[in-house]
């Protein structure tokens, strides 16, 4: 039976009856191919679990890395918490450069001359930043490289041999 679409069109002209047979073949030709798409779908079923299968072996490699960065950061954290020096009672300004922001704290006079040495580093925890000493600081730059560690840098500087200022040595400990 000819369905209403059909009817109408022959009834207007727009095909005749040799080009609706042939569109019947067509039709009946895609439903025996039917196999081959099943054929294609179970590819396509099996492609897709091996995508999934890989999303999920990086999502868990991404969530593997996630949970080492923060027992790293967990160990850094307790790392500093040990080995902080309290410098309550500071009354020297010592200043220093974080996040291209110049910074200032207060420590002893004692904690401004090792700092300015070099043999105190400064770590920001929990929003303050804490004392701790150049080996620790160390550990924590091998643990967590993303982790803002500061410590001052001793440089020997040798003077030019022309320069007429040599023997007038300018202290890196100035306070104005």
Do not use: C
């Not at 207007?12 to 019947?24: F, H, R, S, Y």
Request: aromatic letters at 4%; glycine letters at 4%; charged letters at 35%.
């Amino acid at each position: 039976m000819v369905n209403s679409l059909q009817a109408q069109l022959l009834k207007a002209g727009l095909v005749d009856e040799k080009k609706l047979k042939q569109a019947q073949r067509a039709k009946k030709k895609a439903a025996k191919n039917e196999p081959d798409k099943v054929h294609d779908t179970a590819a396509a079923v099996e492609k897709a679990r091996a995508e999934k299968a890989e999303r999920d072996r990086q999502l868990n490699e991404q969530r593997k890395l996630e949970s080492a960065r923060k027992e790293s950061e967990a160990q850094v954290k307790q790392i500093i918490e040990q080995a902080k020096i309290d410098r309550s009672g500071g009354e020297t300004p010592y200043q220093f450069a974080s996040k291209n922001k110049i910074k200032k704290i207060h420590v002893t006079d004692e904690q401004f001359n090792q700092l300015s040495r070099g043999k105190l580093g400064i770590v920001r925890l929990s929003g303050k930043f804490e004392l701790i000493p150049v080996d620790v600081a160390q550990k924590v730059m091998e643990r967590a490289p993303h982790w803002p560690v500061i410590i001052a840098k001793v440089e020997d500087e040798t003077p030019a041999e022309d320069d007429p200022y040599a023997a007038f040595k300018v202290p890196d400990d100035l306070m104005w």
